[in-house]
């Protein structure tokens, strides 16, 4: 399956929604999310004899967020298709490779710190990445709790089954909203830091990134159905 087909068939309509409407967000999203960490990533793509151990760092942080973390949000419209288990797969593959690249961005960080004699979470990028990591890890937690979920709950009558799993399935939606923003806003943080300062070039490139940062995770948020009933 090519990667065109494979975008095409997680935009599959619901009963409610237009096909070309639902289709044409998505594809807005997909390139969204690719320009958005190539933009992030442009500094390392074009200077890679620049490239040191702390330069994991960023390179993780935002292929883990932005780039999958983004892209296992958007494909969750296939799990109202008549695919959902093939979907569901690999939404849980993309969630826990997220969290994988995030937890190497933050070893790499910390490392790095005490290489160089340097004090930890000293920064609002710190502390909103911690946050996030944490509310990450404890959402990939209850994902895979939701999808093993009849294996677990053996035993259970079914309406203290039913009752669990719909607020595990409550907390696993709206703490990866959560988390997501919790993501991004680290990630905007991340473009003010020194680093980012100095391989970007000016303020207006990282303002410019940090604007299709908030674009893109915007437009990931909207896609998701659930909080357009909201809006």
Same mark, same amino acid.
């Given at each position: 399956?090519?990667?065109?087909?494979?975008?095409?068939?997680?935009?599959?309509?619901?009963?409610?929604?237009?096909?070309?409407?639902?289709?044409? %967000?998505?594809?807005?999203?997909?390139?969204?999310?690719?320009?958005?960490? $190539?933009?992030?990533?442009?500094?390392? #793509? !074009?200077?890679?004899?620049? &490239?040191?151990?702390?330069?994991?760092?960023?390179?993780?942080?935002?292929?883990?967020?932005?780039? #999958?973390?983004?892209?296992? $949000? $958007? %494909?969750?419209?296939?799990?109202?298709?008549?695919?959902?288990?093939? @979907? %569901?797969? !690999?939404?849980? =593959?993309?969630?826990?490779?997220? =969290?994988?690249?995030?937890?190497?961005?933050?070893?790499?960080?910390?490392?790095? +710190?005490?290489?160089?004699?340097?004090?930890?979470?000293?920064? &609002?990028?710190? &502390?909103?990445?911690?946050?996030?990591?944490?509310?990450?890890?404890?959402?990939? *937690?209850?994902?895979? !709790?939701? @999808?093993?979920?009849?294996?677990?709950?053996?035993?259970?009558?079914?309406?203290?089954?039913?009752?669990?799993?719909?607020?595990?399935? +409550?907390?696993?939606? @709206?703490?990866?909203?959560?988390?997501?923003?919790?993501?991004?806003?680290?990630?905007?943080?991340? =473009?003010?830091?020194? &680093?980012? %300062?100095?391989?970007?070039?000016?303020?207006?490139?990282?303002?410019?990134?940090?604007? =299709?940062?908030?674009?893109?995770?915007?437009?990931?948020? @909207?896609?998701?159905?659930? *909080?357009? +009933?909201?809006?």
């Amino acid at each position: 399956m090519t990667y065109t087909s494979f975008v095409r068939k997680t935009m599959q309509a619901t009963p409610a929604e237009e096909p070309a409407t639902l289709f044409s %967000l998505a594809n807005l999203c997909h390139t969204a999310v690719v320009v958005s960490v $190539i933009a992030l990533l442009f500094p390392v #793509l !074009v200077n890679p004899g620049e &490239w040191v151990f702390f330069t994991w760092h960023p390179a993780l942080m935002s292929a883990g967020t932005v780039g #999958l973390m983004s892209e296992g $949000i $958007i %494909l969750t419209a296939g799990l109202k298709t008549k695919r959902r288990s093939f @979907y %569901l797969n !690999v939404h849980l =593959l993309l969630q826990l490779l997220s =969290l994988i690249a995030v937890l190497a961005a933050f070893t790499v960080i910390y490392v790095n +710190k005490n290489l160089a004699g340097k004090l930890h979470f000293q920064t &609002w990028h710190s &502390w909103v990445s911690l946050g996030a990591t944490v509310l990450m890890g404890l959402q990939n *937690l209850t994902g895979l !709790v939701l @999808y093993f979920f009849s294996f677990l709950s053996r035993g259970c009558d079914g309406k203290r089954k039913a009752a669990i799993k719909k607020n595990l399935a +409550k907390f696993h939606r @709206y703490s990866a909203v959560v988390a997501y923003i919790g993501a991004l806003a680290a990630v905007g943080f991340g =473009l003010r830091s020194n &680093w980012a %300062l100095k391989n970007y070039g000016s303020d207006r490139a990282t303002y410019m990134v940090l604007s =299709l940062v908030v674009f893109t995770g915007a437009s990931v948020l @909207y896609n998701l159905s659930f *909080l357009r +009933k909201l809006i």
